[in-house]
T-cell receptor, first 119, second 110 residues
């Protein structure tokens, strides 16, 4: 368990309203990711972060912004939610040992998901 | 990151080995192959990864071809609880973008 929590776990909102999803980790891992998953499909990368205030776009970043002001929190914001953004959102982190020189495995650990419904 | 290609679905009899293929013909020399699975609507779970050599852990075995253009995940004795969507991805070891495809839906049947 990499100590990842997502909030809220479920949210229903209306079109045009802003929404922020939070991903919190307790182990100071450098890399964090936001994915979305639509029914019957795989995960698509929205944005990722490789350190505090360092973020980059994924394959489906339009309509989303992110912020990482401290290591433990990675926020995903929908400035004006649309029905096409109804989805399940997963946060993930890459896990590496903290000491330099030691090999890491680089696997991803995922949170439990946040189900967002935009009416 | 290199793209991967997986069959959309496979069936396997309970107790038999499940062999899930993955093609990654554009993989670069420093990219690893990772496998994950997702049960119901839970977050994906890491299974195994490798670079060149075959790997085995308590969950599965990973066979990577010599040219590294394809790999096979082997669940040696599939159980009903192994029914899930299995994702093969390739990525650099030191993180960065990780792109998932649609995976393979494995159904283990009694």
């Amino acid at each position: 368990d990499a100590g990842i929590t997502q909030s809220p776990r479920h949210k229903v909102t209306e079109t045009g309203t802003p929404v922020t999803l939070r991903c919190h980790q307790t182990e100071n891992h450098r890399y964090m990711y936001w994915y979305r998953q639509d029914p019957g499909h795989g995960l698509r990368l929205i944005h990722y972060s490789y350190g505090v205030k360092d973020t980059d776009k994924g394959e489906v970043s339009d309509g989303y912004s992110v912020s990482r002001s401290k290591t433990e929190d990675f926020l995903l914001t929908l400035e004006s939610a649309t029905s096409s953004q109804t989805s399940v959102y997963f946060c993930a982190i890459s896990v590496f040992p903290r000491t330099s020189g030691s090999g890491g495995t680089g696997e991803l650990f995922f949170g439990e998901g946040s189900r967002l419904t935009v009416l | 990151d290199a793209k991967t290609t997986q069959p959309p679905s496979m069936d396997c009899a309970e107790g038999r080995a499940a062999n899930l293929p993955c093609n990654h013909s554009t993989i670069s020399g420093n990219e690893y192959v990772y496998w994950y699975r997702q049960i119901h609507s839970q977050g994906p779970q890491y299974i195994i990864h490798g670079l060149k050599n075959n790997e085995t852990n308590e969950m599965a075995s990973l066979i990577i071809t010599e040219d590294r253009k394809s790999s096979t995940l082997i669940l040696p004795h599939a159980t009903l609880r192994d029914t899930a969507v299995y994702y093969c991805i390739v990525r650099f070891h030191n993180a960065g973008k990780s792109t998932f495809g649609d995976g393979t839906t494995l159904t283990v049947k009694p």
